[in-house]
């Protein structure tokens, strides 16, 4: 249970400063960005959505015993009840802030691990998780599927919640004793502050599409968006980044942590896909199926179809024709029906 504190404390502690001083310093045993659900006590958020601005909603938040109100705007003339009106330059920030002050920066008792990209977070954020299992930390994951700590899961809302229901997920899994958490950190909670002031000591990008342009408004404000995790590094975190992307080197540029490059798995028109190349950092390494494979022996004569026929068949997408074919690599391109964990989801909201 989060202690009360007195209003004027919170926001110091929040690092927020209001453009005007409050009329009162209540006592806040609460965050709500809900009118419908705030309780006496409650520090309510009246946050500027797309459609609807919160402050329409301040009145209902004070006759239900808001302790005060947080706008990025002034106070309207009449507000029922005695609730103060705390005037700040982005309630959005401000709300993050002081979600995670709330909390107790729980943030900084855990090893956060941020994925952001268009592509790959979920499959990328299962594979983190379950390496730190490996290495015998106790892990957790908040994204796309669900957040997960503690041998429970739970269905997710969003892909990275809301600033006040990520910093209570941070604070739980602090709690239940979680070490590392792989973290989905979509364009949107970047752009929408839901993780204002957290602490990543890892942050990874993965790559960058065309996807939410309608909510950026432009490709250039989507990659902002994203870079913006690795504007808050410092010298003793760690940026993983694409070597064979430029906006890999344009994030590394820019970002004060140690940089850590990954390649990516390339096939090679003229080779098999059987035998791919992939690049770690600058060298070049080449995976080869046996040569003169095993089919010519004594007691099995039956010719394999040659490797490219066989190959050509899978890339076209023909089982049909690879079944029953003894080629090299057969046994090597199966995919799994239901892979675990989904590699197909929704994209990051």
């Not at 927020?16 to 709500?32: F, W």
């Not at 990954?262 to 950092?281: E, V």
């Not at 010719?303 to 079944?323: E, K, V």
Request: aromatic content about 8%; hydrophobic content about 45%; glycine content about 6%.
């Amino acid at each position: 249970m989060t202690p009360a504190r007195p209003l004027t404390a919170l926001l110091a502690d929040a690092q927020v400063a209001p453009l005007a001083p409050p009329s009162a310093d209540p006592i806040v045993t609460g965050i709500a960005i809900d009118s419908r659900s705030v309780r006496p006590g409650d520090l309510f958020f009246a946050l500027r959505g797309s459609r609807v601005d919160g402050t329409r909603f301040a009145a209902e938040a004070a006759a239900r015993g808001a302790a005060a109100v947080v706008a990025d705007s002034p106070a309207p003339a009449a507000l029922p009840g005695e609730a103060p009106w705390v005037w700040v330059g982005e309630a959005r920030l401000a709300m993050g802030l002081v979600a995670r002050a709330w909390w107790s920066r729980p943030d900084e008792s855990l090893t956060l691990v941020g994925v952001t990209g268009t592509k790959g977070k979920t499959t990328v954020v299962y594979l983190v998780e379950a390496i730190a299992r490996a290495a015998g930390r106790a892990a957790g994951r908040i994204g796309t599927v669900g957040y997960a700590f503690a041998e429970r899961e739970t269905a997710a809302s969003r892909t990275t919640p809301e600033a006040t229901d990520f910093y209570a997920l941070l604070a739980a899994m602090r709690d239940a004793g979680t070490e590392v958490v792989a973290v989905e950190v979509s364009s949107h909670a970047l752009a929408l502050h839901r993780v204002a002031g957290c602490r990543f000591p890892v942050a990874a990008f993965l790559n960058l599409g065309h996807d939410h342009l309608e909510f950026h408004g432009s490709a250039e404000a989507y990659f902002e968006a994203k870079a913006s995790l690795f504007d808050r590094l410092s010298a003793h975190d760690t940026a993983v980044l694409p070597a064979d992307d430029p906006l890999g080197e344009a994030l590394a540029a820019r970002t004060a942590a140690r940089v850590v490059r990954f390649g990516r798995w390339r096939s090679q028109a003229a080779r098999s896909p059987c035998a791919p190349r992939f690049r770690a950092g600058s060298t070049w390494t080449t995976s080869r199926p046996p040569a003169r494979a095993a089919w010519r022996s004594d007691s099995l004569r039956r010719r394999s179809p040659p490797a490219s026929r066989a190959c050509s068949a899978f890339r076209a997408g023909s089982s049909r024709s690879m079944r029953g074919s003894r080629s090299r690599c057969s046994s090597t391109t199966r995919t799994p029906r239901n892979p675990s964990p989904p590699f197909s989801t929704p994209c990051d909201r």
